[in-house]
């Protein structure tokens, strides 16, 4: 998504350059549309085929549908199609590339976490063995989204599901992009899925998707960073990751942690308190973090800039989240 605006915002610009003869249109866009840097070339999307997605193999049976910015996996056992999540926006796409590499029914789907962009094609695929953590299960209930029925079975730190030949290592290291959101290792085929953490030639997307918790993000990227995969899912953008990607976004993930950590440590809310109105706490704090994230990000971007998409995008944004989580979830384990 981050992409396309991205590169509308680079057309934009180039008319506008170019000189042609549009003046007032151009003058309208550059004043009104940010430039953003070009994206990394790992980064860009790949070509399309005609049938409207990319659908890529991992190892023998696993596979990926990507189109648009999103991204699901399934498995082909010998009981069975195992699906891991159901996104609306592939609701034509996945049932097409299933049925393109076999005439299996889908049996099971793993819930990776309840948010709908990623699991509210669920009911499409009908009565199946549905599975989740326990704190997804408490989600999709509490969201009452018919298009995301209940899983049939939950778990709470660990399970291996076994379909067909296949074992599903699912795993949960705590609450992170959302309560619940877990990882998925299929160790046959060498692969990973853990959506919505490690977006592979990424930064993160802003405050990481409203994070539930953001020292969480970061002890995932710890996970996954030791798993012995080859592939790696993660559910978004344009292309599949390896555990260089998972170790680029730790890296990125904790030097934006450690920088807004340091910042914080240097900046004094009491001098903001002083410029405002006595007793509006909320314009002191909005002073206060403006001034931790212009200094932080300016060190990022340096660092980051070319290496990681989107740095320019929501790293403000993001230093400001950290420096959130600093003050309330002020966690003790993390650097
Ligand atoms: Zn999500």
């Known amino acids: 998504m981050a992409g396309r605006v991205s590169r509308r915002g680079m057309l934009g610009l180039g008319a506008a350059a170019a000189g042609l003869g549009v003046a007032s249109l151009a003058g309208r866009a550059s004043a009104s549309t940010p430039t953003f840097t070009p994206l990394p070339a790992d980064a860009r999307p790949r070509p ?3 049938e409207g997605y990319i659908l890529d193999r991992i190892g023998d ?48 789907i793993i819930y990776s976490h309840s948010h709908a962009d ?44 076994h379909v067909g030949g296949h074992a599903f290592e699912l795993s949960y290291p705590g609450p992170n992009h959302e309560a619940g959101n877990i990882i998925v290792n299929v160790p046959r085929e060498r692969a990973a899925v853990m959506v919505d953490v490690v977006l592979p030639g990424w930064s993160p997307f802003k405050a990481w998707g409203t994070a539930d918790s953001v020292p969480g993000v970061l002890r995932a990227h710890d996970v996954l960073s030791r798993l012995d995969i080859d592939t790696f899912v993660g559910g978004h953008v344009h292309r599949l990751g390896t555990p260089a990607d998972i170790r680029t976004s730790r890296d990125f993930t904790y030097d934006l942690w450690d920088t807004t950590n340091r910042v914080v440590g240097q900046t004094r809310l009491a001098d903001f308190t002083a410029q405002v109105e006595p007793g509006n706490n909320w314009a002191a704090f909005q002073l206060y973090y403006d001034a931790i994230a212009t200094r932080a990000e300016a060190e990022i971007r340096q660092r980051w800039l070319g290496k990681l998409a989107g740095v320019d995008v929501f790293t403000r944004d993001n230093i400001i989240t950290i420096a959130v989580s600093l003050l309330l979830d002020a966690p003790k384990d993390i650097s």
Request: proline share 8%; no cysteine.
């Open 48 to 50: 399309v085929p005609a």
């Open 61 to 108: 049976a696993m596979y990926a549908v990507t189109a648009g910015g999103n991204q699901s996996a399934f498995v082909v056992t010998k009981a069975g199609v195992v699906l891991i999540d159901a996104p609306p926006s592939l609701a034509t796409a996945l049932p097409a590339a299933i049925k393109r590499v076999t005439a299996k029914p889908v049996t099971h």
């Open 118 to 161: 990623h699991i509210a094609n669920a009911k499409a695929f009908g009565d199946v063995v549905r599975v989740s953590h326990v704190d997804t299960a408490a989600t999709v209930k509490a969201n009452r989204d018919p298009n995301r029925p209940m899983p049939t079975t939950t778990f709470t730190d660990r399970r291996v599901l």
